[in-house]
Each structure stands twice: as structure tokens, then as C-alpha cells.
């Protein structure tokens, strides 16, 4: 999934992946996502984190840093993309 975000005056666009070979669905992820952003998936008997809508997402990394797991990464996809006036 990827998102658009302002950083101050610029606007960029980053990326919201969760390995769902490392997340192990304890929550924390969405509990800390101020944005609701992110949810959880349910597959046969096993929750996994999903960055469910992007569009709310500022790309805070509040999620990322809540993973003691390291399954959410968060990447700057291709730099500025427009200057905000």
C-alpha cells in the first residue's frame, strides 16, 4: 500500500508493508495508529496486521515502532513529490 504524506511543506510518498511471516497479531500496530489506519486481517485462525486504508495513514511510524516483532516497515518511495503552498 502506499500513502501520500505532507512533511511541512512537501509532500511524499511513503510505503506501509507488515510481513505477515513476522507479525504475530498482537495488536499493538493498530492500538498505536492514532489514524485507524491499520486493522486486523483473520485467515484460517491466525490475525495479521494490515495497513487497511492508506488514505488516512501520515506515515508517523507510531505502528512501525510499536512492533517488537519488526514485521511493519515504513519507506520513503520516491522522495518529494510537490511542493505544498
Known sequence: ??????????IRE?????STEKC????KCVEKCRHQAMKMHYR???????HAYPDRC????????ACKE????????SGIVAEAY
Open 58 to 65: 501520515v506515515g508517523c511510524g507510531r505502528c512501525e515502532k
Open 44 to 50: 484460517e485462525d491466525k490475525g495479521y496486521a494490515w
Open 70 to 77: 519488526d514485521a511493519i516497515t515504513i519507506t520513503e518511495r
Open 1 to 10: 500500500n502506499k500513502t501520500v504524506v505532507m512533511f511541512g511543506r512537501e
Open 24 to 27: 504475530t497479531g498482537c495488536m
Open 14 to 18: 511513503v510505503s506501509v508493508r507488515v
